[in-house]
């Protein structure tokens, strides 16, 4: 007896078969040597401990990037894909995260103060012990998607479900 494919079958296999949108290294170079990439494929990027200010990563594609411990100050991930980010530690005083989705990103420990998240994806962040008490952007149905601890500073009036 012969197997038969289906349709779905057949489009499942081939959809296996695309290459994977990868990282590009030579973007991820330029970075880490402090250029603006707006809409870069920093895909899984190794950018801990990375210092470099007031950068335009606009658009990008940072999904499951790590920025622990990174200083980047005034950067607009404006519509970047940041989930599952790894942030511990990270300081990014005035950075630019509206429309940016964060879904999964672990921000625990980092400095958000004077941040913008206006129309940002927070579903599944963790906050604990980060900074945010002059942050722009953001409500509290989306901080419910959130979690944060007692540590967690946020502005005034506003709470977060803990982790």
């Keep these: ?12 296999l081939a959809a296996a078969a695309l290459p994977a949108m990868a990282q590009n290294a030579g973007q991820i170079a330029r970075v880490r040597g402090g250029a603006s990439c707006a809409g870069c494929n920093l895909f899984q990027a190794a950018l801990s401990g990375l210092e470099a200010r007031g950068l335009n990563l606009s658009d990008a594609r940072l999904r499951q990037a790590d920025l ?9 991930f404006s519509n970047a894909d940041l989930r599952d980010v790894e942030a511990y530690g990270g300081v990014f005083s005035g950075s630019n995260f509206s429309g940016a989705n964060l879904t999964n990103a672990s921000f625990v420990g980092a400095w958000l103060e004077g941040a913008a998240f206006s129309g940002a994806t927070l579903t599944g962040v963790n906050f604990s012990g980060a900074s945010l008490r002059r942050a722009t952007g953001l409500t509290q149905s989306r901080l419910n998607r959130a979690c944060g601890d007692e540590a967690t500073q946020l502005p005034g009036g506003l709470s977060i479900p803990h982790c």
Excluded: F, Y
């Design 1 to 12: 007896m012969k197997p038969i494919l289906t349709a779905a079958v057949i489009a499942a």
């Design 68 to 76: 622990s411990l990174a200083v980047m100050n005034r950067t607009r």
